[in-house]
């Protein structure tokens, strides 16, 4: 069996992490600021996949209102890709939107905060203007 990289384990501290704050109802600033020292010290690129799906898995069994906050709080500190997180989601939410009504809204308030938002992707290097 291989050892798990390292950003397996950091992915895995935040998902403990995240149901550790939840719990004690921590602000979802004080759960990215958190993460993203974590993630800074593990060296690991902002925008982590890992982290994304971690998020989603939070956020559709068990999170209730608190994990759409910390997600909320993870594209704001730029910790997870809003495309990413979209696309997992749309796969995982869409799909039971009439068994999970309070998902599929939340999912929908996401979507429209961060689905048609690319300002990000003109300020890239490799944008042409």
């Known amino acids: 069996m291989a050892a798990p990289s390292a950003a ?17 109802s921590r602000p979802p600033a004080e759960w990215a600021a958190r993460v993203a020292s974590v993630v800074a010290a593990a ?21 209730g209102g608190a994990a759409w906050k910390y997600a909320e709080a993870a594209l704001a500190a730029g910790l997870a890709s809003p495309a990413l997180l979209l696309a ?5 939410v869409i799909p039971h939107r009439f068994t999970r009504p309070t998902a599929y809204r939340l999912y929908l308030e996401l979507l429209r905060r961060h689905g048609f938002n690319f300002a990000f992707q003109m300020k890239a290097a490799n944008f042409k203007k």
């Open 8 to 24: 397996a384990a950091w992915v895995d501290w935040a998902a403990e992490y995240t149901k550790a704050a939840q719990a004690e």
């Open 88 to 92: 997992i989601l749309s796969t995982r």
């Open 43 to 63: 060296g690991d690129a902002p925008w982590s996949p890992g982290l994304a799906e971690m998020l989603a898995r939070a956020l559709l069994y068990g999170g």
